[in-house]
């Protein structure tokens, strides 16, 4: 499919009833695998490629070229819509931040994800009336080409002031942004005051809530429309890694070794690249 295919397949699944689960691959072959258990449509992880490049997420230390070729990779892979996580949008001006917007269209990419952060850990969040430009500019470059999630970053970056947060994703809708994002809201209570104030603009939640891990049908019934997970299959995955580490280290090479054939991973490839 050619991007503007993409895009309208991207947007249409936002307004299904129900919504969907957007996974988030950080390879060609988590990628394939995500696509093979079903899912339409997939996202970057800023902080699992960070990661698997040896990387801290949020400082600027993955490039913009970088990440577009990781998006890019995923798409042509799979051949399903991809949403790029592309932090506070790369730029040091709102221009700039419009330009990355550009980079992903020509790219191929669905959707696009820009941030209120400053890649600063010591002034994490930027100010209101910053990160609503930028937005804004995000949004002139983005209107009826890629759909474009605002997200506000303060729950994370330990500012646990909802209203800010409110206050913030509705300006974020207000000057064009498709999606609403905050992710890890405190609770429930949260998510639904979220879901009301930007309605009818749907909103993304990063797998459940700072109270924990909710059932997909619970955030369905509040009226999130997207779940996304982040790092968290990566964390899985390397989880797994982990414990094959220490098995390895006794030892023992029969469960260090246990896992997926590597002849399937090959066919799955061929099939894709055919």
Known sequence: ??????????????????????????????????????????????????????????????????????????????????????EDGYGATARDVASTVEAAIDAGLAGIGIEDTTA??????????????RMRHAAKAAKGR???????????????????TIKRLVAFAEVGADVLYAPYPADMDAVRAIVKAVAPKPVNILIGTMSGTLPWPELQKAGVKRVSMGAALYTRVMG??????RQLAAGDLASASQGIGYGEIKKMIAAARA
């Open 1 to 86: 499919m050619k991007q503007p295919e993409l895009y309208e397949r991207f947007l249409a699944l936002h307004k299904r009833e129900g919504g969907f689960i957007m996974p988030n691959p950080w390879d060609g072959t988590s990628a394939l695998m995500l696509k093979e258990a079903g899912f339409e449509a997939l996202g970057t992880s800023s902080a699992a490629l960070a990661s698997a490049m040896g990387r801290i997420d949020g400082r600027h230390a993955v490039s913009r070229e970088e990440h577009i070729a990781n998006a890019t990779l995923i798409g042509g892979l799979t051949g399903l819509p991809v949403n790029g996580d592309f």
């Open 120 to 133: 600063d850990p010591s002034n994490p969040i930027r100010k209101f009336d910053d990160a609503v430009e």
């Open 146 to 164: 890629i759909v474009l999630t605002g997200r506000t970053d303060n729950f994370i970056q330990g500012r646990p002031d909802l209203d800010d």
């Open 240 to 245: 797994d890694f982990q414990s094959a580490a």
